[in-house]
């Protein structure tokens, strides 16, 4: 089927972010520069008018770069039967022989099994650390720090590297936690899948489509 790029509009409506790869996320690659402006912070064109994407269990793929794909991927993975369309958007597309209204929420018919690795990445660093620097606690112009430097033996991971801003990296330097005065607000471990998983949901996006609202649990503090 030839899906023409028309869109006819019903009403409008509020969107996140989207570019996802087969699975809904975002690849390593795409991850660089500020991560909570990229990802929480920035809407995204109402054109590109992205479905969410649940697995068979009705849980989004990911929470954090939220499960994404663009119209066109949606409708391509319901129209090979893929996917079942949950919601919809206010907008149409039309090929020669058919209309077709855009979805905006899909479930998977196939369950996607969790990866239970966690692959060792600045993203899921700044993840597991909440964004935040693990000296001074500080949300800005984060790099990443080794508690034991490496000119002293220190290794490159998950237990000795922490989120810092970049005036703590600069004090503490080749020097010891002990020599630059410095102190961790937490140990740092190397973190599960699933603890990853509820790190994301302390990070909503600030535009999402009233049809995804049923299908997401944040961690946000509800309204008195």
Same mark, same amino acid.
């Given at each position: 089927?030839?899906? *023409?790029?028309?869109? !006819?509009?019903?009403?409008?409506?509020?969107?996140?972010?989207?570019?996802?790869?087969?699975?809904?996320? @975002?690849?390593?690659?795409?991850? &660089?520069?500020?991560?909570?402006?990229?990802?929480?912070?920035?809407?995204?064109?109402?054109?590109?008018?992205?479905?969410?994407?649940?697995?068979? &269990?009705?849980?989004?793929?990911?929470?954090?770069?939220?499960?994404?794909?663009?119209?066109?991927?949606?409708?391509?993975?319901?129209?090979?039967?893929?996917?079942?369309?949950?919601?919809?958007?206010?907008?149409?597309? !039309?090929?020669?022989?058919?209309?077709? @209204?855009?979805?905006?929420?899909?479930?998977?018919? &196939?369950?996607?099994?969790?990866?239970?690795?966690?692959?060792?990445?600045?993203?899921?660093?700044?993840? @597991?650390?909440?964004?935040?620097?693990? *000296?001074?606690?500080?949300?800005?112009?984060?790099?990443?720090?080794?508690?034991?430097?490496?000119?002293?033996?220190?290794?490159?991971? /998950?237990?000795?590297?922490?989120?810092?801003?970049?005036?703590?990296?600069? @004090?503490?330097?080749?020097?010891?936690?002990?020599?630059?005065?410095?102190?961790? !607000?937490?140990?740092?471990?190397?973190?599960?899948?699933?603890?990853?998983?509820?790190?994301?949901?302390?990070?909503?996006?600030?535009?999402?489509?009233?049809?995804?609202? &049923? *299908?997401? *649990? /944040?961690?946000?503090?509800?309204?008195?």
């Amino acid at each position: 089927m030839t899906i *023409y790029s028309e869109v !006819r509009t019903g009403s409008g409506a509020r969107s996140g972010t989207c570019a996802p790869n087969d699975r809904g996320e @975002r690849t390593v690659s795409q991850m &660089d520069g500020d991560f909570r402006t990229e990802f929480v912070r920035e809407p995204a064109s109402l054109r590109h008018f992205p479905a969410l994407v649940l697995n068979a &269990d009705y849980r989004p793929l990911s929470y954090y770069p939220l499960s994404l794909w663009t119209w066109q991927e949606a409708v391509k993975a319901a129209w090979s039967d893929r996917v079942d369309i949950v919601a919809e958007y206010d907008h149409w597309v !039309r090929s020669p022989s058919t209309v077709i @209204r855009i979805p905006s929420v899909i479930v998977l018919k &196939d369950y996607v099994k969790p990866q239970k690795r966690v692959a060792f990445t600045r993203f899921n660093l700044f993840l @597991r650390d909440d964004f935040m620097c693990q *000296y001074c606690g500080s949300k800005g112009d984060l790099t990443f720090d080794h508690v034991v430097p490496r000119a002293s033996g220190g290794v490159t991971s /998950w237990e000795n590297v922490v989120a810092a801003c970049s005036p703590c990296n600069l @004090r503490k330097g080749s020097k010891s936690l002990r020599q630059s005065g410095l102190s961790l !607000r937490k140990p740092p471990r190397m973190p599960g899948a699933e603890q990853l998983r509820n790190q994301g949901r302390k990070f909503p996006p600030n535009h999402l489509h009233d049809s995804w609202l &049923d *299908y997401l *649990y /944040w961690d946000a503090e509800l309204d008195a």
